[in-house]
């Protein structure tokens, strides 16, 4: 019997990896939508030299000042928020397939921020998670009707974030 090979790392210990298909279309509607909701935020919050050019890892790159770490950004809606965020959910998930972003970002930009930002469906509101937390985070699977039996997901406790109007608030979305 042949060994299956195919794994990935999670602290030190190995598991299958098993992703969701990308889907072009639904990621062509809600990258615009969460993108220029980010681009007017960032505008609003001081953030100049806005690289908003796709490419394989980071969504955006801004700086607030020349002598201060650069800014990175992974964004994604959730389309199952679709009102204030319920007390129900104590927890934020991130695909775990974001984690070649953590990987990148820790190999060849550790000096800058890293920011994941989940959006709710309309973009009006969004939690801000710093790259350490999500790093740190518990990795499990999900159940749900919505997601591949065996898809690993960043667990991240809705206290080691912080929700951001998206509309009304200036603040910089990192943990102090």
């Known amino acids: 019997m042949k060994r299956n090979t195919s794994h990935m790392k999670i602290g030190w210990t190995?598991?299958?990896?098993?992703k969701k298909k990308f889907d072009k279309a639904l990621y062509d509607v809600a990258d615009k939508a969460a993108k220029d909701a980010m681009v007017t935020w960032l505008k609003q919050n001081d953030h100049n030299n806005i690289d908003t050019n796709e490419t394989t890892y980071f969504d955006f790159v801004s700086t607030v000042?020349?002598?201060l770490p650069r800014h990175l950004y992974e964004v994604e809606?959730?389309?199952s928020w679709k009102t204030p965020w319920p007390d129900s959910w104590a927890e934020i998930r991130i695909p775990y397939r974001k984690k070649r972003l953590?990987?990148?970002w820790k190999k060849e930009c550790d000096n800058d921020l890293l920011t994941f930002v989940v959006f709710r469906n309309d973009c009006t509101q969004?939690?801000?998670?710093d790259?350490?937390?999500v790093l740190n985070s518990e990795v499990k699977e999900v159940s749900n009707r919505n997601i591949r039996k065996g898809e690993q997901f960043f667990h991240i406790p809705t206290a080691d974030a912080y929700l951001v109007d998206m509309k009304n608030?200036?603040?910089?979305g990192h943990r102090d």
């Open 14 to 18: 190995k598991m299958s990896e098993v």
């Open 65 to 67: 000042s020349p002598d």
């Open 77 to 79: 809606v959730k389309y």
């Open 102 to 104: 953590l990987d990148k």
């Open 126 to 129: 969004a939690w801000f998670i």
């Open 131 to 133: 790259g350490d937390t």
């Open 169 to 172: 608030e200036s603040s910089s």
